[in-house]
């Protein structure tokens, strides 16, 4: 198989990469917003509590938790199908490393504007969605990037529980074809394809932010 | 199928002797992370095309899949002529991957020794290599010791993926019993217990070295 043809046989698994992603992203994000913001407002024995829910997916390893996710959970009668599992495994994994850096974004914003806010009369929610947030998510904007190419990478992993992603397709012509130089280096390369420009937009906007 | 208590314990000295596998794995990786690291960084400073070479290097590295990665040395290297076992190939991906992280956080930590001390060593008539070893490294080291220990918690959490080449590590032995008897529930619990018992205790040496070495 020529070197084309194998890239476009690793893309034809793109689809499932980027449904992955999707999936994990959504995971991630509701995962990371509402624990960051608890962990930063909780005190005392509900905030070790949360402390120890994030640890505990952000002690964990991926590949572990998604074969434990995909074999044990039917044994608790819960079955859920691939995607749900890698999204779950990978995006709570992804979102509570995202939820402790909301929670440092939200703890970095000066003392004073939460005080200025509270002395205009304003409740401390809306304090926390006009002030604090805004900021906070700015700070943010390179982290996502970064969390985004994480996803991309840990995705890989999904090829091990049997969804058809880019990887899997490359172990398919790996097992018809032999050509493991080709095959391994064309899938770096594409996956290379995808990160990079991210990596870069990334790189232009944490500049954008120094400057400013 | 239920949780079958007495097989659970059963089959944890076999998961634990696997775990053996998992810290050795981990030690070799770190030792050539850091060292792989500090070759990157140093090789970054030298300017010219070490310094070209190792930044689209650590950039390749950073932006793929370590399965990937791991999967690339595994199956290539045979064909290049170079035959080793599946746990050296794994201790050389795990070296790699985070030896490029890990060269970033060595970059950046030898930024910010200031630029004085340098010109300072060069008074004193010290050669490069001492004031390399001498006068940056054991400054540098305050700076990189948290950042780099996240990236060492990374590199154990890694571990796991050396059990699809075949590394008879946690995960590994944990998929033998399950192949042996087919039950996956206990072996796998077992083994992710136990990696959550490693991680904590990492974290929490991980801690006492950040408080030990926090830059002044």
């Known amino acids: 198989m020529s070197f084309i043809g194998i890239i476009g046989w690793i893309i034809s698994g793109l689809n499932v990469t980027l449904l992955v992603l999707l999936y994990t992203a959504i995971v991630a994000f509701c995962f990371a917003f509402p624990l960051g913001i608890a962990e930063y407002f909780l005190r005392g024995w509900a905030r070790t509590i949360v402390s120890g829910f994030i640890d505990i997916w952000r002690g964990s390893s991926v590949v572990l938790l998604l074969f434990f996710l995909y074999y044990v959970l039917p044994a608790a009668g819960l079955y859920l199908n691939a995607y749900a599992v890698s999204a779950i495994a990978i995006g709570f994994n992804i979102g509570a490393y995202g939820s402790q850096a909301l929670r440092s974004s939200l703890e970095s914003i000066p003392r004073g504007q939460i005080e200025a806010g509270l002395s205009l009369g304003l409740h401390r929610s809306r304090v926390l969605l006009l002030i604090e947030l805004p900021q906070a998510c700015r700070k943010m904007i390179p982290i996502i990037g970064n969390e985004i190419i994480a996803i991309i990478k840990t995705s890989a992993n999904v090829s091990l529980i049997g969804l058809a992603d880019m990887t899997f397709r490359a172990k398919e012509i790996m097992q018809t074809t032999y050509q493991p130089a080709q095959i391994y280096s064309g899938l770096l390369l594409v996956y290379l394809m995808i990160c990079l420009p991210i990596a870069l937009v990334v790189r232009k906007l944490a500049r954008n932010e120094r400057v400013r | 199928m239920g949780f079958d208590v007495d097989f659970f314990l059963e089959l944890l000295p076999k998961i634990l002797a696997g775990s053996l596998m998992t810290v050795w794995a981990a030690l070799l990786g770190s030792v050539g992370a850091v060292a792989f690291g500090l070759a990157l960084a140093i090789g970054r400073r030298s300017g010219g095309v070490g310094r070209v070479g190792t930044i689209c290097f650590s ?40 030896g490029a992280f890990l060269g970033e956080v060595f970059d950046a930590g030898l930024s910010a020794v200031p630029h004085g001390q340098i010109e300072v060593g060069n008074a004193l008539g010290m050669k490069r290599w001492q004031i390399m070893w001498l006068v940056m490294l054991p400054q540098t080291l305050r700076f990189v010791a948290a950042p780099s220990a996240n990236h060492l918690i990374g590199l154990l959490k890694s571990t796991p993926y050396l059990a699809t080449i075949g590394v008879h590590e946690m995960l590994g032995s944990a998929f033998d019993v399950a192949s042996d008897t087919f039950r996956y529930v206990e072996p796998l619990t077992a083994a992710g217990l136990l990696f959550l018992v490693f991680s904590a205790i990492v974290g929490s040496l991980v801690r006492v070295v950040e408080t030990r070495l926090r830059p002044f």
Do not use: D, K, M, N
Request: no cysteine; hydrophobic share 60%; net charge neutral.
């Open chain 2, 59 to 98: 950039e390749a590295v950073r932006l793929s899949p370590f399965l990937v990665q791991l999967y690339f040395l595994y199956f290539v290297l045979p064909t290049w002529g170079i035959v080793i076992s599946a746990t050296a190939v794994g201790v050389l991906a795990l070296s790699l991957h985070y």
